[in-house]
């Protein structure tokens, strides 16, 4: 009989995080071809590493896992598709509130004030 071992994720380094505002990231970011992910009122595009080093091999068999740079804007609502003025074209929008990785970024980003700066009333 086959063994099976689900290993959850156990951390995820990211190495640059970029915010703009909702109308410059889709002039940037959105086209037919991207893939955009939505969730908790965050668009983002991830962006992976073109080649992975050893150390980054090692490191997902250890549960860890690098991103080279995540762009994002706040966008409280889900839409999915948006149209980029800029170039006339039509981009898709993945709603991916279903991932509990992707929620506790969006949570980190929000929590933290260097990218969601706390209002002093």
Do not use: C
Request: proline share 7%; no cysteine; hydrophobic share 40%.
């Amino acid at each position: 009989m086959v063994e099976f071992e689900f290993v959850p994720i156990k951390k995820v380094i990211v190495h640059e995080i970029l915010k703009w505002d909702l109308d410059e990231f889709i002039e940037r970011y959105v086209n037919p071809k991207s893939s955009v992910q939505w969730v908790e009122g965050i668009i983002m595009l991830r962006t992976p590493y073109a080649q992975r080093t050893p150390k980054m091999v090692d490191d997902e068999i250890n549960g860890v896992i690098h991103w080279a740079a995540v762009q994002f804007a706040e966008m409280p609502e889900f839409k999915p598709q948006l149209t980029n003025e800029k170039t006339a074209t039509v981009g898709k929008v993945n709603d991916v509130s279903n991932n509990s990785i992707l929620g506790e970024f969006v949570r980190y980003l929000k929590d933290n004030p260097r990218w969601f700066p706390k209002v002093w009333q």
